[in-house]
């Protein structure tokens, strides 16, 4: 209603909203696909109060043009098939009769809105390469590889998975991180995961093994702890679970020592003190705002040897979500998002403190697994369920078998492939307070002034660092 309350009913704009949740997985793609052309995607969700109003969070996303766009509308066309099949069904008829509000007593949910009502069908119509304008192969094409997962919507298949896995390991010098977390969530003010969520064992092993069999450097760059933007509550947003860099390299020491018996404490803090560097979001004021609050980070990118990168959705810390994003394999483009994004950010934020070597060293005992709910206390149950809530808004079932067979989705495609495209501005988007997304998409990194340049696009990028 609020999209369409200024539209005519007779006018030529149909317009749906469609949602579906699975257990504890939905969409969390940012996509916005146009005639097969035209693609944005990243990290950014279409939020005012967590970008555009004040203590706004560190996003990374970008545009594109060619068949990359094709990939994004047929990710689309699969869950809006989901929708429909679960529609035309007796629980979608249940559905339907439960007010939005109210909690489902069923493993899935689905929900589609249309607009104008009375004119456009149920469903969208979709899409395919015969609908929209045939185009003109672009000049000048990069190679990326388009990846993503359905999250329980199938059952076992994790294409982006495999495939994070596969960058992390090819990596020979370097790998560069700009996450939100690495951790799970984890209890406020302990050490303890939730249950039903564990640290990401098979990403941080592959980190582990670089670090160990290749020497690779490991730049981190993560979320200050619960972040909160835009003057919302801790159930409304909250950026970071609760780790410090401390808790996440110590973390990953911990997989060296568990896949390779050999290695000595000695092995171990130089690892520490020259290959893996963790620290945390930070301006040029510090890593707190004005008002206290600290700065929160949701870009989900990571760049292999300075010759490939990750820009999409999908964060490292386990969560069974439908993702999608996109690996650049492109030497030349990949340094220029290095240029513009990643190196004034890195030499902004990093601070050795924020990763003592000592403190590391000290904290390999530290329990930071949780506990079976089963023998918890009442009282720490409860503080399970608030934590789950803050993050997810719904309760994590851990005994339910939420998955659908993958005959049940209508798609014959491999989300991890080979495709050209071309990008018409190359803009690295930090959206930051005040912005104005309808004209430019902001690029912001701590510690840089404010000022417009040219690419050799000839279009204006602009760079601005939040106030």
Sequence with gaps: KKLTKDLPEDGNVHLWVGAWRQGVSWNHAKIIAVDGK?????????????????????????????????????FANAQWAFVRQKKRTISGYVEDKIPDALPSFLPHRTTISNFPSKKAPTFPTQYSRRLVPKHTPLQGRVPVITMGRYGNLVFRKRAS??????LIGSAKKTINFAIQDLGPICIPQT????????????????????????????????????????????????????????????????????????????????????????????????????????????????????????????????????EWGIVIDDQAQTQKIMDEYWNPMWRACYNPDDCNVQEVMDNLKVDRRGQNSYFASPEKRKEFRKAQQTQFGVLHEEE???????????????????????????QFSQWSKGADTRKSITTSTPNVSSEKKEVDTGKNVASSAPN
């Design 400 to 426: 339910k078998d939420h998955y659908h067979k993958e005959k049940e989705l209508d798609f014959h495609f491999d989300f991890t492939k080979n495709v050209h495209a071309n990008f018409p501005t190359m």
């Design 38 to 74: 035209y693609l944005h995607t990243g990290g950014h969700n279409m939020w005012e109060k967590d970008y555009l109003t004040n203590n706004p969070v560190y996003d990374l996303s970008f545009e594109m043009e060619g068949k990359v766009a094709h990939d994004a509308h047929l």
């Design 161 to 166: 998975d495999d495939a994070f896995n596969a």
């Design 191 to 322: 050490k303890l995961t939730v249950p039903g969520y564990k640290w990401p064992t098979k990403y941080m092993n592959a980190i582990a093994r670089a670090l160990w069999t290749k020497a690779v450097n490991v730049n981190i760059l993560l979320s200050n702890p619960h972040s909160i933007p835009g003057g919302l509550t801790a159930l409304e947003a909250n950026y970071g679970n609760g780790w410090t860099c401390v808790d996440v390299a110590a973390e990953i020491i911990k997989r060296v020592k568990k896949q390779f018996k050999k290695v000595d404490d000695a092995d171990l803090r130089n690892i520490v003190s020259n290959n893996l560097k963790v620290s945390f979001i930070r301006n040029r004021a510090g890593n707190r705002w004005d008002d206290g609050g600290s700065l929160g980070m949701h870009a989900k990118h990571f760049i292999i040897d300075d010759i490939c990168c990750y820009i999409g959705s999908q964060n490292l810390y386990e969560c069974d979500l439908a």
